[in-house]
């Protein structure tokens, strides 16, 4: 049986995460490969119902970090682990980097209490922390995501925050890649194409694919 293998795609609202994900889970799959696919706030019928109120009801940041880690407990322990005990590779659209950089950079929330909610929230019996083997972070000017996102879907309580609000959330994503390798930073600012082909090569440099599988 394979090894599970933990991948999360991370980014700023609009800069294409999405566009890429059935083409990672094809990959997978085309290389015998179980995928889960997943994402957060969700996952799990309590995570989504969490969910729907971080996104759509106003509410101090604390309430905030609290649910979006809330809903992260419930879809680790009943989700996301479980996949990967049974070797699955587990696809999942934003982990906790999304928490450090919307609620810390972007709303300006304590980092430290988040680094605290953090260990509470992905300690593993060994006492490691459960982290994605591999954060796709896709990389993109704000100003062009919100060109992106304009007129293509009704936008969230993030979605209609000004350009100003994803700058800051873009630096909290910079700031959480130089501190921890297992960051890939994905240069969004190009065709969907281009775009895919730094996937595939970043998934190869990091021996997540073989030849046989491209
Ligand atoms: N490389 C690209 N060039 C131009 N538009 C793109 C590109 N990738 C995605 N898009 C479009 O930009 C919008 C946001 O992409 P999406 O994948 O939904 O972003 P995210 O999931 O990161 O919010 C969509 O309308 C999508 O079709
Ligand atoms: C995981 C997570 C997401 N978010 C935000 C980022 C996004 O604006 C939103 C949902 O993400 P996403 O699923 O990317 O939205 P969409 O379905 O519209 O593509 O939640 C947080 O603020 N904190 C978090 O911890």
Redesign the pocket.
Same mark, same amino acid.
């Given at each position: 049986m394979s090894a599970g293998l933990f991948l999360s795609l991370e980014?700023?609202? +609009?800069a294409g995460?999405?566009s890429h994900i059935d083409a990672l889970e094809a990959l997978f799959k085309a290389a015998g490969r179980q995928v889960t696919r997943t994402?957060?706030? +969700?996952g799990t019928p309590l995570a989504e119902t969490l969910?729907t109120l971080?996104?759509n009801e106003a509410m101090d940041p604390l309430t905030?970090?609290l649910l979006?880690?809330a809903?992260?407990r419930d879809h680790v322990v009943q989700v996301i682990e479980p996949a990967l005990a049974r070797g699955d590779v587990v696809l999942c659209?934003? *982990?906790?980097?999304?928490?450090?950089?919307?609620?810390g950079a +972007?709303?300006g929330f304590d980092q430290a209490v988040l680094a605290t909610l953090e260990r509470w929230v992905q300690a593993r019996d060994d006492a490691a922390l459960l982290q994605p083997a591999l954060t796709l972070w896709f990389d993109l000017p704000p100003e062009i995501a919100a060109e992106r996102l304009a007129g293509a879907?009704l936008p969230?309580? *993030?979605?209609s925050q000004p350009v100003e609000f994803f700058r800051r959330?873009a630096s909290g994503y910079a700031a959480r890649a130089a501190e921890a390798p297992r960051f890939a930073r994905i240069d969004a600012n190009r065709s969907r194409e281009q775009v895919w082909a730094q996937v595939e090569a970043v998934l190869a440099e990091r021996g997540l694919i073989g030849r046989h599988t491209r």
């Open positions: 980014g700023i609202d +609009g995460k999405s994402r957060e706030p +969700g969910r971080v996104l905030e970090s979006v880690f809903a992260r659209d934003r *982990f906790t980097d999304a928490t450090f950089a919307y609620q +972007g709303r879907r969230d309580k *993030f979605e959330v």
